[in-house]
């Protein structure tokens, strides 16, 4: 197996995903609607592309920005958050950053945050000054203090950021929120947003220049045509030749809406992709305006 790993690269293309955790499932949904297949390989760290020579490596989701740095793998799905806090230590360091974010994703949204004990007044960041901040994203905030010009002590943790407080380790913390329910039941409060997240797609600053280089493209392509649709339905309906502007009214989010005559009658055929939600309300306000035999079909595949 391990030859496999060595010798798989130049002609095929490798992509590290989280194994296990939040980012895995929307990774391989991602990809699979990209027509990737894999073959699970006994040991799961190495899935063998069926459909295409792309296969994937899953790792700890730590790992993918240092893979891709040593062109270990050529590509990754990945937090922003990890991304940046690993360029912010290769910074550290003097290394140039060696991968950029190829694409949002649109999944694993969270923001980085400072939060403070709730019982705590916020006014400005100079309160901070010589206070103690537990975070797992030491370079993202230590760059954040140097912005505001604030010295602060920067405590670093793995795991279990939010607890610190209450167990005097730290005066305050910075740390991933989505909802915000483990900040409220910690008895912290979000006081300034660091960082917007997301899972992106990153890969190496320049090209392949081999193989891997059609290969990352036509991946791109099909990822743009996924991302896309996402939201996205097909509306069809009927109206009448004078009700079809203040139809389009309704309808800002339709790309490029197909009319078509009836053959034998005075009413047209409308067809248009809508990138919005397409609810009941407005298919019955669409209705009210005059369209008729409204239809909503999902949209699976599109190439521009
Ligand atoms: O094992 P491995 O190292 O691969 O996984 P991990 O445990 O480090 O990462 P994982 O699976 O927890 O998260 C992967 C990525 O998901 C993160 O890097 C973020 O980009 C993204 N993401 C989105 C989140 C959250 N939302 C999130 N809420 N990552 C973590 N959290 C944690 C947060 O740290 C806090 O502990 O969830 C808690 C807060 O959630 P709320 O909903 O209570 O605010
Ligand atoms: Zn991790």
Redesign the pocket.
Known sequence: MGKTYATAGRERLRIAI???????DPARALLAGCGLAWRESRDRLFCHGESLPIDLLL????DIPGLIADGACDLGI?????LLEHAGVRALQGQAAAYREWRALGV???RLVLALPEAIQWHAPAQLQGLRIAT?YPALLGQWLREQDVAAEIVTLSGS??IAPRLGQADAVC?????????A?NQLRPVETLLQ???VLAGPVAGFGDAREDLSMLLLRRLDGVLRLKDSKLLLFRASRRAVPSLLELLPDAEAPVITGIDGSDALALQAICHGAVTWQRLEDLKRAGASGLLVLPVERMLA
């Open positions: 989280q194994k296990s955790g939040r980012l895995s790792v700890r989701d730590d990945v937090g922003r958050n990890v694993g949204s969270c797992s950021v939010e740390d991933l929120v989505s909802s915000g329910a483990t900040l039941a997240s997301e899972a």
